[in-house]
């Protein structure tokens, strides 16, 4: 519920504010290779990250809101990927 939540609202974020304040809110170089990783995997990128504790799961909803992911491709992504965290 409150992942999947937040996640929504990081990404609705990421698609409202543009790249230039992502790029400040999560620095420009994590935001360039999160959008690279995106766009090559797409929903496996999402949820990569939801269980990778390597990757800012914030950052990830952010840039996938910002790179236009499908919101229902996101969410989906985001509840399989926390999956492991809730179970």
């Given at each position: 519920?409150?992942?999947?939540?937040?996640?929504?609202?990081?990404?609705?974020?990421?698609?409202?504010?543009?790249?230039?304040?992502?790029?400040?809110?999560?620095?420009?170089r994590?935001?360039?290779?999160?959008?690279?990783?995106?766009?090559?995997?797409?929903?496996?990128?999402?949820?990569?990250?939801?269980?990778?504790p390597?990757?800012?799961?914030?950052?990830?909803?952010?840039?996938?809101?910002?790179?236009?992911?499908?919101?229902?491709?996101?969410?989906?992504?985001?509840?399989v990927?926390?999956?492991?965290?809730?179970?």
């Amino acid at each position: 519920g409150g992942l999947l939540l937040a996640a929504g609202v990081a990404y609705a974020l990421g698609r409202a504010l543009g790249p230039a304040t992502v790029a400040r809110v999560i620095g420009e170089r994590t935001e360039r290779r999160i959008e690279e990783f995106v766009h090559h995997y797409g929903a496996w990128a999402v949820i990569v990250a939801r269980v990778s504790p390597l990757v800012s799961t914030d950052a990830v909803s952010f840039v996938a809101g910002l790179v236009g992911m499908r919101p229902g491709r996101f969410l989906a992504a985001t509840a399989v990927g926390t999956l492991p965290l809730t179970a």
